[in-house]
């Protein structure tokens, strides 16, 4: 192979952080650091070495897997005995037919589950070529499901834990304020429900809100205060 294919296959690695992405030998570009003579990723990312400096472009709005992790995905192709499914990472995840609610038997998996659908899941397994398997089937404190009604936004999975806060203190605070149903995957999808459009239109404003300002300091009194005053406009309305 060409020195030329070995630099566009470094364009395409994926690194995560603290990872060892090049050595003495190499010079620092941009996202990453040096310990001693070895070099060292600051991000998740792709790994580029160029005029011999390694560069680590961060991939800030994808999600990388951790096993026991509740995600949302979007079926993307259906196989034989599994169905592929984007969870808003680089890679796909599998979902195999022992890993599903249904006994498929000699049925079409497409009766089940098809393009474009929505499955809320479980991260089952994740191994050192980046393979990732889901379940439907592993019990927990959310059901897994094929996902049929309401609507799903996607942010940043970085913004996750914000947007649930501490002890899930600000999740709570939407659904109560808003009389919605909503679960966050730790994959940056979020799955919204309701029986008024209004409120889901509004959770949908205050999780963009959190997203954009995610690093401000006092954003849980900001977000109670927002809801507060959308609360009052919606009772001055209903009682004009």
Known sequence: MSEDNNEIKEKRVLVLPGE?????????????????NDIYSYYMGIKSIKNNYVNVIPLKSKY????????????????NSNWMVDINSIYPAFLHVND??????KKELTEFLKMGDLVLAEV????????????MTKMGKVE????????TITIPASKVPRVIGKSGSMIS????????????????????????????SEAIHI????????????????IKNILNNWKEQKMVKKNE
């Open 100 to 105: 599903v609610p249904w006994k498929i038997g």
């Open 144 to 151: 897994k499901k094929k996902i049929e009604s309401g609507i």
């Open 64 to 79: 990388f897997p951790n096993v026991g992790d509740i995600v949302i995905g979007t079926i993307s192709e259906v196989a």
């Open 207 to 222: 999780i963009e809100i959190i997203d954009s300002q995610a690093q401000r300091n006092g954003l849980t009194d900001t």
């Open 124 to 135: 089952s397994h994740v191994d050192e070529t980046k393979h990732i398997t889901i379940s």
């Open 173 to 200: 605070m939407i659904k109560e304020y808003l009389n919605c149903r909503i679960i966050v995957g730790n994959n940056g999808v979020i799955w919204i429900d309701g029986k008024n459009i209004d409120e889901i």
């Open 20 to 36: 060892l992405v090049g050595n003495k030998s190499m010079k620092i570009g941009n996202g990453a650091y040096y310990v001693g």
